[in-house]
């Protein structure tokens, strides 16, 4: 039971922090006609975290730091995807309007965006991966497993519960008329993030 709330605390930790990958779930919960419509950006997100978790448990975050050209590749998607998705944010001021359905995200935008800034973010990808994979290794056979579900599930929970505030504030009046600009801070984060990663990375 330890292993278990060590792996609820320690990913709590590390996803509650605002993040591209929590501004875009959020996003999509505001954004999108129905809640539902929102839900292939909760599942890949997800899917993408437990990808990493299990990554991390196994140790391959030592495999991914010895080799400096798959940091290099992670960083050039993520700084072009980051950019394009900071332009369709910026464009993206409407919110239950008549055309917010043809201004929102389809499925197939939502999860390119939600695997681009979960995946492509070398800096998110590594301490994820290190910091669980650093923690895994006190755990072995039944706690290393309930440690490991403990971080999983905190994942899918979060991520669906950030959808869910999402698509209940952005039903409120007072919120729709401030989003357009919100939208604007959140291209510009995202922008910013682009840039950093380019700097960081001596690209």
Avoid at 34 to 42: D, K, S
Avoid at 131 to 148: A, D, M, P, R
């Amino acid at each position: 039971m330890q292993a278990f709330v060590h792996g609820m605390v320690l990913a709590i930790g590390l996803i509650l922090p605002l993040g591209i990958q929590n501004l875009f779930v959020f996003t999509q919960g505001v954004t999108q006609p129905t809640f539902l419509r929102a839900l292939p950006a909760v599942v890949t997100a997800s899917i993408c975290d437990t990808i990493l978790i299990l990554l991390a448990v196994q140790g391959v975050s030592l495999f991914i730091a010895s080799f400096a050209w798959i940091k290099v590749i992670f960083l050039g998607i993520g700084v072009v995807f980051l950019s394009y998705m900071g332009w369709l944010t910026w464009n993206n001021t409407l919110v239950n309007s008549c055309d917010n359905e043809e201004k929102s995200f389809d499925t197939k935008q939502q999860i390119l965006f939600a695997v681009t800034v979960s995946l492509f973010n070398p800096h998110a990808v590594l301490d994820t991966i290190g910091v669980i994979g650093t923690s895994s290794i006190n755990y072995i056979g039944n706690e290393k497993v309930l440690f490991t579900m403990a971080c999983i599930l905190i994942s899918w929970c979060w991520f669906l519960l950030l959808a869910v505030m999402g698509w209940r504030v952005g039903r409120q009046k007072a919120f729709t008329q401030i989003f357009g600009f919100i939208n604007k801070i959140s291209a510009i984060f995202m922008w910013l993030s682009a840039i950093y990663m380019a700097y960081s990375s001596k690209l």
